[in-house]
């Protein structure tokens, strides 16, 4: 009994670690003494629709655990209004003397459970928000694919929900190590003349990470809209086959949610849905029009500042702009190119996460994506790029399918003088919490690399200066003109 009472009272003490009390949420309400200075207070976002029952069980332990008032649920409460919310009360403390606020601003670790897409959802709020100190994340994988948290070393296996586990990842939040990666920013134009048939995607299909952005056409009295969507991934953006099997996966996931329920059973469907849609025979199932070469033109800048075509071999249907080690459940589509191949190829860096270069790969069929699993396989390496176009071409077919970090569209296509531009920039970094022994690599970690500094790409004159601003996820936060002479002083 003693033996019991003393663990109990050691596991109290270990959760103080990472409590936050009511009052740094709640505004105007009355202070709360603390017995220790947390230290690695945190925040948790679970989304609950995500891994079956598995996010509505994890919220409960959560809650139990810790403060009810510092676990969010992401389909009651939106990552921007909570941390607006969190961030203008923080302040208002701190400048009335609190230090627990000012240690809990100092401290901040966020924690996010759901899928990749639900993981980037709340990075583009933090990006937004353009905080002076933006919190490191840590991501829990509830999704199918769960290349954040592996990329990361949090596994890409749905965890267990119980106290001891949740404790022990709470440990690991604790000692984990904070890592810098690059963001991207993604532009998507559609233009149509009035006579079009063509409609932009409705919103409610997009990605939690695409957000309408109001664009003014240059020739309104031709032009019946002008709808520009902006976002950011911190992956990959993936057109062709692969994306319509993903997409083909959500559709049925969400006409028919009981029958995804685990892990394992999804990525069963998610097999069986590739082979449907003939992605293992994809030359004998579906047209030319649907590879990549035939549906839109690429174009690549690299460091050297200048845009040039990107020659797409006839055979690639599936295209994959690619930030993290990880895609389609954990697989590396680059590999690691000898120092031979790099400099034959033209290849700037090793595939590191902070180098202000996306790797862009080809796959032919999902029989080439399963060369993936042998120790050296890889797809066809096609470029390394700082920013990335593709502007499709008139008539060739009426949509296509696109997927953001895990998040798949259908995006119609005009067939007539109507335009759809996608564009790619690096725009600027975010930290991320990884295990000691994580896959994703930086700068630092590659000796031929510690000179390199990444640069978000200049707002040139191209048309998009505006929509890069920011991702469209949240607006910046605003300190009030005393709070900002107070940060000054």
């Not at 050691?10 to 949420?25: A, R, S």
């Not at 948790?44 to 598995?54: A, D, V």
């Not at 997009?206 to 109001?214: G, N």
Request: glycine letters at 8%.
């Amino acid at each position: 009994m003693v033996a019991s009472f003393m663990k109990n009272l050691e596991k109290n003490i270990m959760l103080k670690e990472f409590y936050i009390p009511t009052y740094i949420f709640v505004p105007d309400s009355p202070a709360e003494k603390v017995s220790q200075m947390p230290s690695c207070p945190v925040i948790i976002f679970i989304n609950t629709k995500s891994g079956g029952q598995l996010g509505r069980d994890l919220i409960i332990t959560y809650r139990k655990l810790l403060n009810h008032s510092q676990v969010f649920d992401l389909l009651e409460e939106a990552p921007d209004k909570v941390l607006h919310k969190l961030y203008g009360n923080l302040e208002r403390l701190k400048r009335n003397g609190d230090t627990l606020a000012g240690q809990i601003h100092r401290r901040l670790r966020l924690i996010v459970a759901g899928g990749d897409g639900t993981a980037g959802w709340l990075l583009g709020v933090v990006s937004d928000l353009k905080l002076i100190h933006p919190p490191p994340v840590a991501t829990v994988p509830l999704g199918t694919g769960n290349n954040l948290p592996y990329s990361f070393g949090w596994g890409k296996r749905n965890p267990r929900t119980d106290q001891k586990s949740v404790i022990s990842f709470l440990q690991l939040v604790r000692e984990a190590k904070e890592i810098n990666i690059d963001s991207w920013h993604i532009v998507m134009r559609m233009e149509s003349p009035k006579s079009s048939t063509c409609d932009p995607v409705a919103p409610s299909e997009l990605p939690h990470s695409l957000h309408a952005f109001h664009h003014v056409p240059n020739n309104p009295q031709d032009i019946e809209y002008s709808c520009t969507f902006r976002g950011g991934f911190w992956n990959y953006f993936s057109m062709g086959m692969d994306a319509q099997v993903s997409y083909a996966f959500h559709s049925e996931r969400k006409s028919h949610p009981e029958k995804f329920k685990d892990q394992l059973s999804n990525q069963k469907t998610y097999l069986k849905l590739a082979c449907t849609q003939g992605w293992f025979c994809a030359s004998l199932c579906h047209p030319m029009s649907r590879n990549i070469a035939h549906l839109a033109k690429v174009k690549i800048m690299k460091k050297s500042g200048k845009w040039e075509t990107l020659e797409i071999p006839q055979s690639i249907r599936s295209i994959v702009c690619l930030n993290l080690p990880s895609f389609s459940g954990g697989l590396n589509p680059w590999g690691t190119p000898s120092e031979r191949k790099q400099r034959k190829r033209d290849l700037v860096t090793p595939p590191l996460v902070d180098d202000g270069l996306l790797e862009i790969v080809g796959f032919k069929d999902a029989w080439h994506g399963l060369v993936l699993l042998s120790p050296k396989g890889h797809g066809t390496r096609l470029a390394q790029a700082h920013r990335v176009q593709f502007l499709f071409y008139k008539g060739v077919t009426d949509h296509a399918y696109m997927r953001l970090d895990g998040e798949p569209w259908k995006q119609p296509l005009p067939n007539d003088d109507g335009k759809v531009l996608v564009e790619i920039s690096h725009a600027g970094q975010v930290k991320m919490l990884a295990t000691k022994d994580c896959i994703a690599k930086g700068i630092h970690e590659s000796p031929t690399m510690s000179t390199v500094h990444p640069e978000s790409s200049d707002d040139t004159d191209d048309g998009f200066s505006e929509e890069r601003r920011n991702f469209g996820a949240a607006l910046s936060f605003r300190y009030n003109d005393d709070v900002k002479k107070g940060l000054e002083l």
